[in-house]
């Protein structure tokens, strides 16, 4: 049973660009988390998602930023119009329904805006 | 709002030595609580977790926490370091919303 799958694993990105990670989850699993790690910091929930539903953005800024995870194929962060302050590690993480709590983290997208 | 405390950025210990590391944590209701494990470039490990039950829970790698309630603790502790113990832990609780809710950290360094 392969784990989260996240592509890139890296990715640089001018300033005023889009980015756009990916995010699989672990098979079987339908619940997928978005988390950002600053350098030198722990990590900051993001959202939360099920299939073609977001349950919980609280964590996402409010402009540039947006998720989906479709019925069909991976979780994908969307980040309009970098910028700098956007760089950082980008964790996808996915948990099965019957094991709450219980998460299981991708390798994480670096993201450099240059 | 529940919030997660790893008051020590950092913890030395010789190899061989019992080490611990702390968290405390304020959540409302009965906490799920977990510990996780960063290598250096690399995504979160999973470690152990305290759902209910035992407040002494044993998880990879030789890893153990003991759930606290009226102290609000769960420590990570193991009785013998290794080297390759060296590395960044978070402590995480679960609530509200189904997110996680980390504390900020711990670098355990082990030295030979």
């Known amino acids: 049973n392969a784990g989260v799958m996240q592509n890139p694993r890296h990715l640089v990105r001018r300033r005023g660009q889009e980015a756009r990670l990916r995010c699989s989850p672990m098979?079987?699993?339908?619940?997928v988390y978005w988390y950002r790690q600053l350098p030198e910091e722990g990590l900051k929930f993001m959202v939360y998602?099920?299939?073609?539903?977001?349950?919980?953005e609280s964590g996402m800024p409010k402009e540039r930023f947006s998720a989906e995870f479709p019925k069909e194929g991976p979780s994908i962060l969307r980040i309009q119009q970098v910028v700098r302050g956007d760089s950082a590690a980008y964790f996808c993480?996915?948990?099965?329904?019957?094991?709450?709590?219980?998460?299981?983290f991708g390798p994480g997208t670096r993201l450099t805006v240059t | 709002a529940q919030s997660v405390a790893q008051p020590e950025d950092q913890v030395n210990v010789a190899e061989g030595n019992p080490l611990t590391v702390k968290c405390t944590y304020s959540?409302?209701?009965?906490?799920?609580l977990f510990w996780y494990v960063q290598y250096p470039n690399r995504g979160l490990q999973f470690l152990l977790k305290?759902?209910?039950?035992?407040?002494l829970v044993k998880g990879s790698y030789g890893f153990e926490a003991e759930f606290n309630k009226s102290q609000t603790s769960f420590h990570l502790k193991k009785p013998s370091a290794l080297v390759s113990d060296s590395a960044l832990y978070f402590c995480?609780?679960?609530?509200?919303?189904?997110?996680?809710?980390f504390g900020g950290g711990t670098r355990l360094m082990v030295k030979p």
């Open positions: 995480a609780a679960f609530g509200a919303g189904n997110m996680l809710t």
């Open positions: 993480a996915s948990s099965p329904i019957d094991r709450i709590g219980e998460q299981y």
């Open positions: 998602l099920q299939k073609e539903n977001i349950i919980d």
């Open positions: 305290y759902i209910t039950g035992d407040n």
């Open positions: 959540v409302s209701g009965n906490p799920y």
């Open positions: 098979k079987g699993h339908s619940h």
